[in-house]
């Protein structure tokens, strides 16, 4: 059964920067047999976040993932990728790309979650989140034209299906490079994610530069 990922109890135990050597494969991360195909340029190093905006897991993690955003290189592209594994986690999917491809959605991203975990909204109905994007500019009928438009419903196809090449029966996860898999279970803790997220990343720099 799908299901958002429970935070393991043990696991690394990371006060500290942890090395790429420190990993172990299978334990700390998974190493995916067929790497997905990264959509970012040749010369950047993808981090993809595959979350639910109902998954409380994710949401615990924006705090210390955003954090470490705002921390990483100029070689690393960040990309937010919904989950879809059918009923409401569609729907917020759909809403995701529909505000992505009205150019709302990096202003809304942090008010969504905070709308359905501080404030107790569903958000899976297309009048609601059609209210909820006209806070941010735009008109309750271009919204519900977004959330019903080939392009948007292309986009949460195309989702599903890297979320499947990815191996996800879960989130919240941090793929790097189409290849790594970390999640709170491999970390340790939500918190530890972004640490082995960066090991691998300098794992990834090192492959390169060889």
Same mark, same amino acid.
């Not at 809304?108 to 899976?124: E, M, S, V, Y």
């Not at 986009?155 to 290849?179: C, F, Q, T």
């Given at each position: 059964?799908?299901?958002?990922? +429970?935070? @393991?109890?043990?696991?690394?135990?990371?006060?500290?920067?942890?090395?790429?050597?420190?990993?172990?494969?299978?334990?700390? /991360? &998974?190493? +995916?047999?067929?790497?997905?195909?990264?959509?970012?340029?040749?010369?950047?190093?993808?981090?993809?976040?595959?979350?639910?905006?109902?998954?409380?897991?994710?949401?615990?993690?924006?705090?210390?993932?955003?954090?470490? /955003? #705002? &921390?990483?290189? %100029? #070689?690393?592209?960040? =990309?937010?990728?919904? @989950?879809?594994?059918?009923?409401?986690?569609?729907?917020?999917?759909?809403? *995701? /790309?529909?505000?992505?491809?009205?150019?709302?959605?990096?202003? +809304?991203? @942090? #008010?969504?979650?905070? @709308?359905?975990?501080? #404030?107790?909204?569903?958000?899976?109905?297309? %009048?609601?989140?059609?209210e909820f994007f006209s806070d941010y500019g735009v008109?309750?009928?271009?919204?519900?034209?977004?959330?019903?438009?080939?392009?948007?419903?292309? %986009?949460?196809?195309?989702?599903?299906?890297?979320?499947?090449?990815?191996? +996800?029966?879960? =989130?919240?996860?941090?793929?790097?490079?189409?290849? *790594?898999? =970390?999640?709170?279970?491999?970390?340790?803790?939500?918190?530890?994610?972004?640490? =082995?997220?960066?090991?691998?990343?300098?794992?990834?720099?090192?492959?390169?530069?060889?």
């Amino acid at each position: 059964m799908f299901k958002t990922l +429970l935070v @393991a109890l043990t696991g690394l135990s990371l006060s500290a920067a942890v090395s790429a050597q420190e990993l172990v494969e299978g334990k700390d /991360y &998974t190493l +995916l047999e067929s790497p997905v195909a990264t959509q970012v340029d040749e010369d950047q190093i993808e981090v993809t976040e595959v979350f639910w905006f109902g998954c409380p897991h994710c949401y615990r993690l924006q705090t210390p993932v955003n954090e470490w /955003y #705002d &921390t990483l290189e %100029d #070689d690393i592209s960040v =990309v937010h990728m919904p @989950a879809t594994m059918g009923g409401n986690w569609n729907t917020h999917a759909t809403a *995701f /790309y529909a505000a992505e491809s009205l150019g709302i959605e990096e202003d +809304l991203h @942090a #008010d969504f979650f905070d @709308a359905i975990h501080q #404030d107790g909204r569903k958000l899976t109905d297309s %009048d609601e989140i059609a209210e909820f994007f006209s806070d941010y500019g735009v008109s309750e009928e271009d919204a519900k034209k977004a959330l019903t438009s080939f392009n948007v419903r292309s %986009d949460v196809n195309k989702a599903n299906s890297r979320m499947r090449e990815m191996r +996800l029966m879960g =989130v919240p996860a941090l793929v790097i490079d189409g290849r *790594f898999v =970390v999640t709170p279970s491999s970390a340790g803790s939500l918190e530890n994610m972004p640490q =082995v997220a960066e090991a691998l990343i300098e794992r990834v720099r090192t492959e390169r530069e060889q």
